[in-house]
């Protein structure tokens, strides 16, 4: 198949959609939305998240460097509304988390805010920052998980349909749905390896 070369960008795979939220220096909570997002280590268990810095201030930004901690929430396809608002205004300008009707509770194990409506959340002590072209990268090592039990199987793990998370689509421009699994991670190369060695 032919190939092109288009124009140099950082192309994505579509991402998860959180909503990162910190304390500022008042005690006051803020967020603000992201794609960049990724898990990059089981032991200990850390994400990443990247904030730009080159588009205009960042006032969660701000809040997460100040108080070292900051929660990871996720947002469900019902709240696509409420998760889009929070990613275009600013906080230096308007309560964002009071605008849509989002409140908050203490963290349990790290001194960072909750927002309660969100089914599941990552509550993170920061471990390291780093400033990469456009973004600043915060790696967060997690503390503790909050779910909703209604978005947890039986053993405790959480049920990706129940949860519903909202994917963003850079290269199309759009929120998406997850989608349907097809095949088992480990099992299938497992599979055709052993084919291999006949």
């Known amino acids: 198949m032919a190939k092109r070369n288009p124009d140099l960008r950082a192309v994505v795979a579509p991402s998860p959609v959180i909503i990162a939220a910190a ?3 008042n005690g006051k909570a803020d967020g603000c939305t992201l794609a960049l997002y990724t898990p990059i280590s089981h032991r200990p268990p850390c994400v990443l998240i990247g904030i730009n810095v ?11 460097l100040h108080s070292g901690a900051f929660t990871i929430g996720y947002p469900g396809e019902d709240q ?10 600013s906080g230096f300008d308007t309560d964002k988390l009071k ?6 509770s203490e963290g349990q194990a790290v001194h960072a805010p909750v927002i309660n409506e969100l089914r599941l959340t990552l509550e993170c002590e920061v471990v390291h920052t780093v400033t990469v072209g456009s973004n600043i990268q915060i790696t967060g090592e997690i503390k503790n998980i909050l779910a909703d ?3 947890l199987d039986g ?3 959480v049920v990706l349909e129940r949860l519903k998370p909202l994917i963003y689509d850079e290269e199309g421009f759009a929120y998406r749905h997850a989608g349907e699994p097809f095949a088992e991670p480990f099992r299938t190369g497992t599979e055709f390896m052993k084919q291999l060695e006949k």
């Open 80 to 89: 696509v509304t409420e998760a889009d608002y929070i990613g275009v205004a």
């Open 54 to 64: 080159t588009m205009r201030p960042r006032k969660t930004l701000g809040s997460i």
């Open 23 to 25: 304390y500022d220096e």
């Open 99 to 104: 605008d849509v009707g989002f409140t908050v």
């Open 149 to 151: 039990e209604e978005i």
């Open 155 to 157: 053993k405790g793990r």
